[in-house]
């Protein structure tokens, strides 16, 4: 059998999902199958191509929900997985004829993909998580930003954060699929040290110092939130933490940055804002209004790259949006 295994590309936590969904599907499903890694990225207009969907079994994880007869499995925790109303009908109806269950699966309020796919393999089909209890854990910390302070969400300490550098800031094709069945099958710190990760490290290290300083010079922190615009930089990614590392006292971040194939606007918050959660602004639903999506803390918009632009100026208005609901407690005149 060869399953085909399609996951958000360029993400730590899309990775693992990648990875986890293969063993559990080799240890519960069937024995003997051939599995293949396909990454797939927000981009704007159409983000599936029915051509690729050629396994005996295909499955789509950590990314947004499609429609389509060939896809046998798919697991989500984006609050923004459904890219039209008529994608949402089609997992309502295929859940309720029973089309769909158990093998669709969806649900918001799980930190990562990774953890939610734990737990529905583990739960439905008697899949043991305990092996892979470390990669579930760091997939919480990074897809959650569940980091103890700025420092080391940026600095690099841990195994984790040197393989998520290395997820995000590939250029080669083949890198994150050769990655991918590792994740699952050794510890962290020993795949930080295989030859083809550990010598792609030192570049990127000083490739993040570089993008560390470029949004020092590039950032404003004002009424809450920070604006950036490095479009104009060959910058594919760079660690989303950086704004709240630069400006602490931050709530939210608005970045502009164009890589190879869009103009991207990223929309996030401050894991360690002062601000209540229930004063804050929903940023999925924010950026679902430019086409975008993604969860409640930390969503992006993708613009074709030549519609600059058109990035600027959405991101121009969700800065005045976001500055406009400051809601850290020194906007309400209280103490900090």
């Known amino acids: 059998m060869n399953v085909r295994v399609f996951y958000h590309d360029k993400c730590f936590d899309g990775a693992c999902s ?73 997992y309502r109806l295929g859940m309720a004829d029973g089309r769909y269950v158990n093998r669709r699966f969806y649900d918001p309020a799980y930190i990562s993909c990774t953890s939610f796919l734990a737990h529905i393999a583990s739960t439905k089909f008697g899949f043991n998580a305990e092996p892979v209890a470390e990669l579930v854990r760091w997939a919480d910390i990074v897809d959650g930003a569940l980091y103890s302070s700025p420092q080391a969400a940026v600095e690099m300490a841990d195994p984790a954060m040197k393989l998520t550098l290395v997820i995000e800031s590939t250029q080669d094709p083949e890198f994150i699929p050769r990655l991918i069945p590792l994740l699952t099958s050794m510890p962290l710190a020993q795949i930080v040290k295989e030859p083809f990760v550990a010598r792609l490290l030192p570049p990127l290290i000083e490739r993040h110092c570089y993008s560390l300083d470029l949004i020092r010079d590039r950032s404003e922190s004002k009424d809450g939130t920070i604006y950036f615009d490095i479009s104009d930089q060959p910058m594919e990614g760079y660690n989303k933490f950086i704004p709240y590392y630069l400006h602490p006292e931050s709530t939210y971040s608005v970045g502009l940055s164009k890589s190879s194939f869009r103009t991207k606007v990223s929309v996030g918050s401050n894991p360690w804002t002062k601000a209540r959660p229930e004063d804050m602004l929903n940023l999925a639903a924010i950026c679902e209004r430019y086409g975008g999506g993604g969860h409640a803390r930390v969503g992006a918009i993708s613009f074709p790259p030549d519609r600059s632009d058109e990035a600027r100026e959405a991101a ?3 800065v005045a949006e976001l500055r406009a609901h400051d809601p850290t407690p020194e906007a309400f005149g209280s103490p900090s």
């Open 18 to 90: 990648a990875s986890l969904f293969a063993r559990f599907h080799r240890e519960c499903i069937t024995t003997g199958a051939g599995y293949s890694y396909h990454g797939l990225v927000h981009r704007a207009g159409a983000l599936f191509n029915e051509a690729d969907f050629t396994g005996d079994e295909n499955a789509i994880v950590d990314f947004k929900y499609c429609a389509s007869p060939r896809i046998t499995w798919w697991f989500d925790h984006h609050l923004s997985a459904f890219l039209t109303p008529e994608d949402q009908e089609d």
């Open 316 to 318: 121009a208005e969700i």
